[in-house]
């Protein structure tokens, strides 16, 4: 079992920053490549970044890239994502999530391949 904990969700300006963090317990969590998912209220969950277990390879939407930075501290056990010129598309709730991928995989951005869920931080941009 992995327990996973998102924080620094807030409220934030049109064109303002946050940095969002996961703190990971239980298993070893450089052994999962992991990912952040949002979910805006009356829309579905979606793919917003994902990271490889060593943190060399990411993959992100295409309305986020530029714009956002996933991270990965394996000695800390913890995975961020920073979100730069924030737009009111992005207020949602993100969650960030665990996968499991054959080993040949850098990552999954499907929500079938996430094995773990954190409860979600709410991110309120306000223009």
């Known amino acids: 079992q992995v327990q996973l904990e998102e924080s620094g969700g807030g409220l934030v300006q049109t064109g303002g920053s946050l940095r969002l963090s996961c703190v990971a317990s239980?298993?070893?969590?450089?052994?999962?490549?992991m990912d952040w998912f949002r979910q805006a209220p009356g829309k579905e969950r979606e793919f917003v970044a994902a990271i490889s277990r060593g943190g060399g390879v990411t993959s992100y939407r295409d309305s986020v890239k530029g714009r956002f930075t996933i991270s990965r501290d394996n000695a800390k056990n913890t995975l961020f994502l920073q979100m730069n010129s924030l737009k009111a598309e992005d207020m949602a709730v993100y969650y960030c999530a665990a996968g499991r991928v054959g080993s040949l995989a850098y990552y999954s951005t499907r929500m079938g391949d996430m094995v773990y869920w954190g409860k979600g931080t709410l991110v309120t941009v306000s223009s």
């Open positions: 239980g298993r070893t969590f450089s052994d999962y490549p």
